[in-house]
């Protein structure tokens, strides 16, 4: 069903056999009717150009060609210039910025890869998954499994700090008991050392002086015990360092090096076959600029070229070149048969078929070296972490195992100094003080213990609101899970859905042409697609494939299954059409450009075309077809008529 209402105009200049032309088209079907060398297919050329499409030959004696494409109130240019070598470079503002997908389903021109895939028997399902970037697809899965296993991770290790709550809030509860008790220790303590106080008969200054010493030796015992809470927290640390240098080393055991240089020689391979990859290139471009201008010839009859080889021979030339079945060789002069001229270009097509094949090839074959190369990296780059965490715990060992002997020379400083205010004491005292003594080492100690509990237990409440804070974003990472998890799902189901699409898509339409059609003997003709295990570079995967069916009835009504290979010619022609109207829907190319080329169908009979053009049109805005005057007669006349060019 056409939307467009706009008028699209065309300006061209100097494609294909077009010296200088202005064409416009209506939404719809337009019919270019004519003879043979009537540049109907170097207009339909000079439209692809101006959609985007690069296989399209500029006019033999000219340098540059442009064409202009309107459609209401915007405009697209291309401009087409031969460089040095004879290739052609395109510039300008085309329709679309990349051409794939329209260049195999919706300019179906004779040399179309996806009307020629029947009758050379190509991979079909590669033809309909070309423009689908399964590679990128792949890879996107891959990284979106990644992601997911490091969510779950992360769940997982969410769900094991959830479960040590429960301890930890024992934990806490326990130490707060501990505390309160403590205080409660103390503060009788304390009473203990004021009632004693009051009942020694010392005097004032004897007093004051034995205070002051026992303050002293009370400061000088609890840095005594800090110090030793210290040591054995480093000590801990050192032996949990000590473990994890061990496995750390055991682990660096294990990863086996990259083979020395390896990296480099696969780079060195990967741009060996790059270079290759431009060479075939280069080569598969030449092919096209020599396949695309040999058509022209064909078609257009030689034009100028041909003019000049005949020398001045009488008569038109045209009449001269289509006349039966002989044309002028456009390269020597002589006059050649038709059928070797179009031979020699089904080997061209050919070769540069297999050019194709070899360049997907060699690709394979690069991103196999690439896979590689990464996981020698990966394999590099986990060895270095490792060997980094090595250092890393070596060198915080020995850090730790100095402040140990740092510490423990501050605790035998500690040590004597105690001693020595013990001492000092003991000279202040009489027997009566001996209880006051014992009573402040016991209180210096509750005042430890008591430091100690509320460090504890501001440890254990930092621990608790960090598992706390931590466990806040499960919602978060369960949503972000369930994010990837419908990404996964809808990357995964993309191929296999693109692929049953196009097997519904071509069964359901080339039924419903067959029947149109009305093809006596051919009761059907549809793909089966199945999955086989085929080698992709090292390793083996499976894959879809799409086997064509014919199936024929005999005269008494017996149908048996036929080969592609004994098609009629027009039966090939209506297959290969219908394979790319399926590839047009599959992949929505209507949304992406609004014009359906065709041309080259003369090997279909006069009512099939007209019947087989209405079909095929009720999809696009603008389908524009070359018809000989013939077979366009049979067309409705609502259907405009382009007879000059």
Known sequence: MQTATETADVSVRNVGGIEEAEVSFDPGVTVLAGRNATNRTSLLQAVMAALGSNNVSLKADADEGEV???????????????????????????????????????????????????????????????????????????????????????????????????????????????IEETRAELEAKEQEIED???????TRDEKRELDGKLEELRGARSDLEGVRFRLESERDSIDALESELEQLESELDELPAAPAGEVRELEGRVEELRERKRAVDSTVNELQTVVQFNEEMLEDGGGDVAAALQDGESGSVTDQLVAGDDVICWTCGTEVDRGQVEDTLDQLRELRRS???????????????????LTYEEKQRQLDQVERRVTRTREELERREDRVDDLQAERSSLEDRVEELEAQVEELEDESHTELLDLHKEANQLEFDLG????????????????????????????????????????????DDTEREAVEQFNSHIETVLGILEYGNLE???????????????R????????LHIVRTTDDGRTYEDTVDHLSESEREVVGIVFALAGYLVHDVHEQVPF????????????????????????????????????????GEEHPRITQI
């Open 355 to 373: 050019k194709l094949e070899e360049r997907r090839e060699i690709e394979s074959r690069i991103d196999d070296l690439e896979t590689e190369k």
């Open 596 to 635: 359906m080329l065709l041309d080259s169908l003369e090997a279909i009979d006069s009512e099939r075309i007209a019947d087989l053009v209405e079909y095929v049109s009720a999809h696009a805005d603008y389908t524009v077809t070359a018809l000989l005057p013939e077979d366009a007669s049979a067309l």
């Open 452 to 495: 100690r509990l509320e460090s504890e237990l501001e440890d254990v409440e930092d621990e608790i609101d960090g598992i706390d804070e931590q466990l806040d974003r499960r919602d978060d990472l369960e949503a972000q899970r369930e994010e990837v998890n419908d990404e996964l799902e809808g990357l995964r189901t993309r191929i």
């Open 540 to 547: 083996k995967v499976e894959r879809s494939t799409f086997d």
């Open 196 to 202: 004693a106080d009051r009942d020694l008969g010392t």
């Open 68 to 178: 202009e494409l309107t459609i209401g109130d915007e405009t697209y240019t291309r401009t087409l210039t031969r460089g040095p070598s004879g290739t052609v470079r395109f510039e300008g503002d085309p329709y679309l910025e990349d051409p794939e997908v329209a260049d195999l389903f919706a300019f179906l021109l004779e040399s179309n890869e996806a009307r020629r895939a029947v009758e050379r028997g190509d991979d079909l399902r590669e033809l309909i998954m070309r423009p689908v970037d399964t590679t990128a697809i792949e890879s996107r899965i891959d990284e979106l499994e990644a992601e997911r296993r490091r969510i779950d991770e992360r769940l997982d290790e969410l769900s094991e700090l959830s479960q040590e709550l429960p301890a930890l809030e024992q934990r806490r509860r326990t130490i707060e008991e501990r």
């Open 524 to 538: 059907r003709v549809w793909i089966e697609r199945r999955q086989q295990t085929v080698r992709e570079g090292r």
